[in-house]
């Protein structure tokens, strides 16, 4: 078992900068990449970046580049996805993800077999 935990969301205006962490403990030996979704109320949870976990490839949708940056700490089995110049449209819980078999397609939640709790960000204008 992989058990995962989200930490460093909060309320920021939009225009600011957020960094947040995900940090794995257990079975961290058996993780393949890691991934960040977000949700808000009402709709379904949306793939924001992935790393595969020792190569350090990086993977975004077209939306979302240039705005985000998943990076990872191996040796604290942390991590992070910055998200630059926050817009409204933001605000959703943040969910850090992990998957433990390396053969899945890194944008699906189907592909990941461990999820943290999740953080709310909440931007203001």
């Known amino acids: 078992q992989v058990q995962l935990v989200e930490s460093g969301g909060g309320s920021v205006q939009a225009g600011g900068s957020l960094r947040l962490s995900c940090a794995a403990s257990?079975?961290?030996?058996?993780?393949?990449?890691m991934g960040w979704f977000r949700q808000a109320p009402g709709t379904e949870r949306e793939f924001v970046a992935a790393t595969s976990w020792y190569s350090g490839r990086t993977y975004y949708p077209d939306s979302l580049k240039g705005r985000f940056a998943i990076s990872r700490d191996n040796a604290k089995n942390t991590v992070y996805i910055e998200i630059n110049t926050l817009k409204p449209e933001d605000m959703a819980v943040y969910y850090c993800?992990?998957?433990?078999?390396?053969?899945?397609?890194?944008?699906?939640?189907?592909?990941?077999?461990?999820w943290g709790q999740g953080t709310q960000v909440t931007v203001s204008s």
């Open positions: 993800a992990a998957d433990s078999t390396g053969r899945g397609t890194k944008h699906l939640v189907a592909s990941y077999d461990y």
């Open positions: 257990g079975r961290t030996f058996s993780i393949k990449a």
